[in-house]
């Protein structure tokens, strides 16, 4: 995701306690503590396992059954994508719970990358049983190894140690190597022509390349877990606080099992003929919080506001840029020519497009803020104009998906989509990490990032229920589906912008 990912490497509120003793290695590693090239691979196999799921999940869910997919209808291959790209965010606020009051980080990780990996061997086997007994272990295990991976890495690390940022660079391009590479694998093995043809001479059914490719990340798991298991004596567990009773800890732990289950219930029915409208609540639930913390005296309360307005702002953000898996998966598939200079290849390679580009244009971004300093753009602002490339970037679908009625359409209308994508994401992403860790009121740092991941499990959910309306048999409307998400966007960014000064305001504790 993209910067997305680099929300995974950043959003912990663990104090780092030790500095390890550097040593020499490879790919930059030297003078780096001991086992940051151990988290770095397990981290690039996690990635690999998530952005290659996307990359064919939903492709998979509605290709025929003759032809190896699960023959499902378009809505429902886009509930089931968002309910699981839900769970795995969602899952993310239990795991990091036992982390800290049960198992430890280390643990945590080790158990996760071991769930992940037999939640694709589940895929690899051809069934409807064990394609939702894999999704579920997939989002199980991400949800335990996901918070507590990036509080591995800073635990390497103690606050002033210089090495810091450069450590958290590298797993950075860790993140991103491994969502690069994944759909070019994935697709390979599950699209490709070449490697059908290779199942086909060696006796296996081509029909079921798709297994191979969901078992590749599976196999890519298991070696980074056990090497990790290797390594874990080179890795300290992140300080927490051990001073609340066992009576508060068995509390706690109620209120985010209970509180986590009830959000993917409540999205679940949201999916059921006749309860369509609790999907509103994901809009409705924040707008009542912001209202009452602008009111509140207390200026934690109005910081809360100011969080509201970025978390719906978040949602938003996340649910059309999350098109990537559902209704721009379907384009590229249905209606783009996959070719160029007369090479073809699987359309779930255009799933790359977005880490090359947050690669290439990471150190634009940060040079830029670095350049401007205290003339650089507000938060509000800086989400609103996030908003404004997202808006372009299907804006710029539309004449794509009016060209489509007459035949497929050049691969660069996708690659322009991808690159102001990576742009507007650059603009929230980052931003909104730190501004959450910077606004967020004294002793709450870790319910504020949770309530951050908590606006990308909603805006993935939601993101499965937009795509879930693609239709490749009638180009106008597809236009027209395209310019509606482009005019949401638009108007979000332009309330942002107009409530700028409000926020800004508020995320001082202001009235």
């Not at 769930?115 to 394609?131: K, N, V």
């Not at 390497?156 to 694998?185: Q, T, W």
């Not at 992140?238 to 219930?265: A, E, H, M, Y």
């Not at 997202?390 to 710029?396: G, K």
Request: charged share 10%; glycine share 12%.
């Amino acid at each position: 995701m993209p910067s997305q990912r680099g929300q995974e490497i950043s959003a912990t509120g663990y104090t780092a306690s030790v500095v390890a003793e550097p040593r020499s290695s490879w790919l930059g590693f030297a003078a780096q503590p001991r086992g940051l090239s151990t988290l770095y691979f397990a981290e690039l196999w996690e990635r690999f396992s998530f952005y290659g799921m996307r990359a064919l999940l939903v492709l998979f869910m509605v290709a025929p059954v003759t032809q190896g997919g699960l023959g499902f209808a378009t809505p429902t291959a886009g509930s089931i994508y968002g309910t699981y790209g839900m769970a795995v965010y969602l899952l993310a606020l239990p795991g990091g719970f036992i982390a800290d009051r049960l198992l430890g980080a280390k643990r945590s990780v080790l158990l996760g990358g071991a769930t992940i990996a037999c939640g694709h061997y589940a895929l690899a086997w051809p069934s409807g049983e064990t394609f939702y007994l894999g999704l579920a272990l997939i989002a199980i295990g991400t949800g335990l190894f996901k918070p507590n991976i990036s509080a591995l890495v800073g635990a390497l690390y103690s606050k002033d140690d210089s090495r810091r940022d450069a450590g958290f660079s590298l797993f950075y391009m860790g993140i991103n190597l491994g969502a690069f590479l994944a759909p070019l694998v994935t697709g390979f093995l599950a699209q490709s022509s070449t490697f059908k043809g290779w199942l086909a001479d060696a006796g296996f059914d081509p029909n079921l390349s798709w297994h191979w490719g969901f078992g590749v990340a599976g196999v890519g798991m298991t070696f980074s877990t056990l090497l990790f298991f290797r390594k874990m004596r080179d890795l300290k567990d992140p300080d927490v606080d051990g001073s609340q009773s066992t009576s508060s800890v068995v509390r706690q732990g109620l209120f985010v099992g209970v509180g986590s289950l009830s959000l993917l219930g409540l999205a679940l029915l949201a999916d059921v003929d006749g309860f369509h409208w609790l999907r509103w609540l994901f809009i409705i639930l924040p707008l009542m919080g912001i209202a009452y913390g602008a009111t509140r005296q207390s200026p934690d309360a109005r910081r809360m506001a100011a969080v509201g307005v970025y978390f719906l702002a978040a949602m938003i953000f996340w649910a059309i840029f999350e098109q990537s898996g559902t209704s721009l998966s379907l384009f590229a598939e249905s209606l783009t020519r996959n070719e160029v200079l007369g090479f073809s290849f699987p359309s779930a390679w255009y799933q790359s497009a977005n880490p090359i580009f947050v690669i290439l244009l990471t150190p634009v971004a940060a040079m830029l803020w670095m350049k401007l300093g205290k003339q650089q753009p507000s938060s509000p602002v800086k989400f609103g104009l996030g908003l404004v490339f997202l808006a372009s970037s299907f804006l710029l679908m539309v004449p794509a998906a009016t060209y489509a009625a007459d035949g497929r359409v050049s691969p660069f209308w996708l690659v322009g989509l991808y690159f102001l994508f990576t742009v507007g994401e650059l603009m929230l992403s980052p931003v909104g990490l730190s501004t959450m860790t910077r606004i967020a009121p004294q002793r709450m740092s870790g319910q504020v990032l949770g309530l951050w991941f908590l606006a990308m499990a909603f805006g993935d959910k939601l993101a499965g229920d937009i795509g879930g309306a693609f239709t490749a048999n009638d180009p106008d409307a597809l236009a027209l589906s395209f310019l509606a998400q482009a005019g949401l966007v638009a108007v979000a960014a332009a309330l942002m912008f107009a409530i700028a000064p409000t926020v800004k305001r508020l995320s001082e504790g202001e009235s």
